[in-house]
């Protein structure tokens, strides 16, 4: 292929590349042609880590009393190696003066990684006499919480006002 011959061609198989959506022929030429090309390696690495900037988890913060709500800003998956994980861990890590509650909304999916962390955010709220409860999780992610039965450890709401009130009481 004539990668060098059409500079939006080029982008537009970056981006298949960088998304797994390119077929075995096509991979294995791009591949081959960017591990031997210097120019063309610098604009793939460049791609990656812009792509990955800008796919970082962000994390909205809001106070009502001393509760810190924390939700996500777009779509996230609580897993292995992912910006929300990072950003998650990041968030609630931070807080040591009130209590957390993480709005699920936007995550699509949590592995085994992500429990984990829910579970060692659990315990540095705990450690700080502090507590941490869940708002908010789809079908799959509540489904995941029950057959872990990690939803008998940490309390999950899907009322805010109610999950806020929760806090009070407790």
Known sequence: MPFHDDPLLREELIVKYLQRRLDAATTEAFESHYLTCEECFEELRVSQLLTEGLSQGRIDRRHSGQVTVLQF????????????LTALSQSVLEQKDS???IDLNRVSRIDSAGLGLLMSCYSHAVRNRRAFKLLNPNRDVRELLRFTKIDGVLETYDNEQEALRSFAQG
């Open 99 to 101: 209590n957390v509650l």
């Open 73 to 84: 800003t777009g779509p996230v998956q609580l897993t292995r190696r992912s910006a929300g």
